[in-house]
């Protein structure tokens, strides 16, 4: 079982940043490949970005590419979203997830383990 904790989230203005964080239970975390995903009101939760269980591997849609950075500190059970340039259709509530012997899927049925969800709203 792994549960998993989400902060960071607020209200920031376009081209601001943020950077959520995603805490995770457990003594066995570099066993899970991680996943941020995003659901904005009315819509479906869709993938943000992804990472392997070592960190070497990652995965960006392309509307963040560039803008958005996925890392995680297994030492501290923990991973990261940074966030520039944010944009108000970034505006969402962001999930992280976790991938028991994953690699970092694109797919939320994929995932074992969700966390609550932060909130973020990028103002224009």
């Known amino acids: 079982q792994v549960q998993l904790v989400e902060s960071g989230g607020g209200l920031v203005q376009a081209g601001g940043s943020l950077r959520l964080s995603c805490a995770a239970s457990g003594r066995i975390f570099s066993s899970y490949a991680m996943g941020w995903f995003r659901q904005a009101p009315g819509k479906e939760r869709d993938i943000v970005a992804a990472i392997n269980r070592s960190g070497g591997s990652t995965y960006y849609v392309d509307s963040v590419k560039g803008r958005f950075t996925i890392s995680r500190d297994n030492a501290k059970n923990t991973v990261y979203l940074q966030m520039n340039s944010l944009k108000p259709e970034d505006t969402a509530v962001y999930y992280c997830?976790?991938?028991?012997?994953?690699?970092?899927?694109?797919?939320?049925?994929?995932?074992?383990?969700w966390g609550q969800g932060t909130q973020v709203t990028v103002s224009s």
């Open positions: 997830a976790a991938q028991l012997a994953g690699w970092g899927s694109t797919t939320l049925g994929a995932y074992n383990y």
